[in-house]
T-cell receptor, first 115, second 111 residues
């Protein structure tokens, strides 16, 4: 157990639907990062939050959004789902804003299947 | 991120040392080298990082050349559970940090 909790572990939904993925960071970590891993594209950085504020954005689609709550848990919202959104979604956390002196701790991921 | 180059795959016999190379010839003086690994479909796992000195922890050793243009991750006694994709990453310093994972090296440890 890495200390980063992601729920649900598996999610199957239909095209056009909306889902919410949840992440609880490791105790004491203020930064949360979201990554997408699909079969053909490897691990892609989506977005980072630090203590409730958005700090960095990667290749995140406009149909996707995220937020970090006062208790530091984060949610990734995916809407108007397409077949190509099927992927593993990982959340990671770290103490600081960046990787400078500490590594990230990743959760075990949510496997999203869009049918 | 500074560009890194890793071999796509390597094999290692169980019990032997696994030496995974990484080239990062465009690295600048204040950029760290990070290593992560991903065991099949699990979340990536942080292994080790370093700036210029060699580093060792309970998982591995990191050897960085004097000119910092390349590094080697050493798993001293590889086991079957070390079979994974290993990523060498050099993130720009002072950024909000969004680790960019390349394609890594797929290490297969065999009996």
């Amino acid at each position: 157990d890495s200390g980063v909790t992601q729920t649900p572990k598996h999610l199957i939904t239909a095209t056009g639907q909306r889902v919410t993925l949840r992440c609880s960071p490791r105790s004491g970590d203020l930064s949360v990062y979201w990554y997408q891993q699909s079969l053909d594209q490897g691990l892609q950085f989506l977005i980072q939050y630090y203590n409730g504020e958005e700090r960095a954005k990667g290749n995140i689609l406009e149909r996707f959004s995220a937020q970090q709550f006062p208790d530091l848990h984060s949610e990734l919202n995916l809407s108007s789902l397409e077949l190509g959104d099927s992927a593993l979604y990982f959340c990671a956390s770290s103490v600081e804003q960046g990787a400078a002196n500490y590594g990230y701790t990743f959760g075990s991921g949510t496997r999203l299947t869009v049918v | 991120d500074a560009k890194t180059t890793q071999p796509p795959s390597m094999d290692c016999a169980e019990g032997r040392a696994a030496n995974l190379p990484c080239n990062h010839s465009t690295i600048s003086g204040n950029e760290y080298v990070y290593w992560y690994r991903q065991i099949h479909s699990q979340g990536p796992q942080y292994i080790i990082h370093g700036l210029k000195n060699n580093e060792t922890n309970e998982m591995a050793s990191l050897i960085i050349t004097e000119d910092r243009k390349s590094s080697t991750l050493i798993l001293p006694h590889a086991t079957l559970r070390d079979t994974a994709v290993y990523y060498c990453i050099v993130p720009p310093p002072g950024t909000a940090s969004k680790l960019t994972f390349g394609t890594g090296t797929r290490l297969q440890v065999t009996l």
